[in-house]
């Protein structure tokens, strides 16, 4: 089955940097990355995906780029604020409906005003 | 707005007991989903449902079990709790051609 890699763990950014996240998937099938931000006790939720006809998708100061030969997707996220210190996990699936995402370990994005 | 709910937000059970969480969306979505969420691991699948009766395993479906009765509501079912079993249990929600989740609350069980 698909394997998610997420690197770092555990990312700590001054207020204002940019900050990127990496992650590697297994499964040369797959074609939909979404990445999901879970704050503090509350749940998972999606703020950017993309799928595998696009390189790169953006959204005001966050970004995702897509490498599907090297298989490989990136979060990029530009000045950063603290209200961005989170968990952020990617995932991957075979985006038909029937199969289920596999998840990254996350990464805690801490932001230092 | 998509709206997943789940039946508790904290419980504790003791060991050997049957255990019961409870989701319920109301957007019509056709995929559910359970995760177990614990430190370190990211988000791991147990079981997840593409319609009502039907069920697949995911990736640690052991000592879990699930139901769809009905297309808005999926359970999932600890036989008999154990304490290994502790954890956040995250609930989700899909249309029918994938794409993004929409996550429950969660639930987070103790077994003592």
């Known amino acids: 089955g698909e394997n998610v890699e997420q690197h770092p763990s555990t990312l700590s950014v001054q207020e204002g940097d940019s900050a990127v996240i990496k992650c590697t998937y297994s499964?040369?099938?797959?074609?939909?990355f979404p990445w999901y931000k879970q704050e503090l006790g509350k749940r998972p939720q999606l703020i950017i995906d993309?799928?595998?006809?696009?390189g790169e998708k953006k959204d005001q100061r966050i970004a995702v780029t897509l490498n599907k030969t090297a298989k490989h997707f990136s979060l990029h996220i530009t000045e950063t604020q603290p209200e961005d210190s989170a968990v952020y996990f990617c995932?991957?699936?075979?985006?038909?409906?029937?199969?289920?995402?596999?998840f990254g370990s996350g990464t805690r994005l801490q932001v230092q005003p | 707005d998509v709206k997943v709910t789940q039946s508790s937000r904290y419980l504790v059970k003791r060991t050997g007991e049957k255990v019961f969480l409870e989701c319920v969306q109301d957007m019509d979505h056709e995929n559910m989903f359970w995760y177990r969420q614990d430190p370190g691991l990211g988000l791991r699948l147990i079981y997840f449902s593409y319609d009502v009766k039907m069920k697949e395993k995911g990736d640690i479906p052991e000592g879990y079990s699930v139901s769809r009765e009905k297309k808005e509501r999926f359970s999932l079912i600890l036989e008999s709790a154990s304490t290994n079993q502790t954890s956040m249990y995250l609930c989700?929600?899909?249309?029918?051609?994938?794409?993004?989740?929409?996550f429950g609350p969660g639930t987070r069980l103790t077994v003592l």
């Open positions: 993309i799928r595998s006809n696009v």
């Open positions: 989700a929600s899909s249309r029918p051609r994938g794409g993004g989740q929409f």
């Open positions: 499964d040369s099938a797959s074609n939909y």
């Open positions: 995932a991957a699936s075979i985006g038909t409906g029937r199969r289920a995402l596999t």
